[in-house]
Each structure stands twice: as C-alpha cells, then as structure tokens.
C-alpha cells in the first residue's frame, strides 16, 4: 500500500541523459525492493532495472545495461534510475514500482505502482 510517485522525465535528444526519482509517501522503502519499467506506445510494459531493498543488489535488462543505473536512498524515501547515453528506442513512459520479496523481473511480483513518467529521446 505504500504510495509511488515518478519525476524527472522530458524531452533529450539521443545520447542524452536523464534522472528519473521514485519517491514513496512513507518513512523509508525499508524491506522493499524496486523495480523500474516501461511501456512504449502500442507496446507492453517491459522490465528495465530492479534494486533490492537494501541497495546491495541491483540487475538490468541487457538493452541498458551499461548505460541506466538504479539506486536508493532510503533515508530520502527515494529510488532513482540515471539514464545515460539514451537512444529513441528508449522512449516510454517510465514506471516504479515496489514489491516485499526481492529482485524480480516480472510485472506481476510488484503489488504498488506509480502513475509513471514521460521519457521522450529523439533522434
């Protein structure tokens, strides 16, 4: 139940960067893991980056693996994804979400989502 709000989308041209924030309404995500995703126009909402709750353990999808890199301040109530070296094929709208188990990949293992923000990459 705990609430997610995403920030830090917009407009970049390709190889540019962005940081996204996941803040949750809570005193800290203590025993949540995180994880991101994407949905492109007409596409399904694909996994991107995981983090566990204590932010020892991290894992990417391969096509931005490399350039996206996920991590957590619980003190700040905040999970960010920094975004590098984007490319069109990343436009999407952007989502959090948290789940109490672990790491995990799949859309159904996460029981809180938020509203999701807009990443545009142009060409």
């Known amino acids: 139940q705990v609430q997610l709000v995403e920030s830090g989308g917009g407009l970049v041209q390709a190889g540019g960067s962005l940081r996204l924030s996941c803040a949750a309404s809570r005193r800290t995500f203590s025993g949540y893991a995180v994880g991101w995703f994407r949905q492109a126009p007409g596409k399904g909402r694909d996994f991107v980056a995981a983090?566990?709750?204590?932010?020892?353990?991290?894992f990417y999808a391969d096509s931005v693996k490399g350039r996206f890199t996920v991590s957590r301040d619980n003190a700040k109530n905040t999970v960010y994804l920094q975004m590098n070296s984007l490319k069109p094929e990343d436009t999407a709208v952007y989502y959090c979400?948290?789940?109490?188990?672990?790491?995990?990949?799949?859309?159904?293992?996460?029981?809180?989502w938020g509203q999701g923000t807009q990443v545009t990459v142009s060409s």
């Open positions: 983090i566990s709750w204590s932010g020892g353990s991290t």
């Open positions: 979400a948290a789940n109490r188990y672990g790491i995990r990949t799949m859309l159904s293992s996460y029981d809180d």
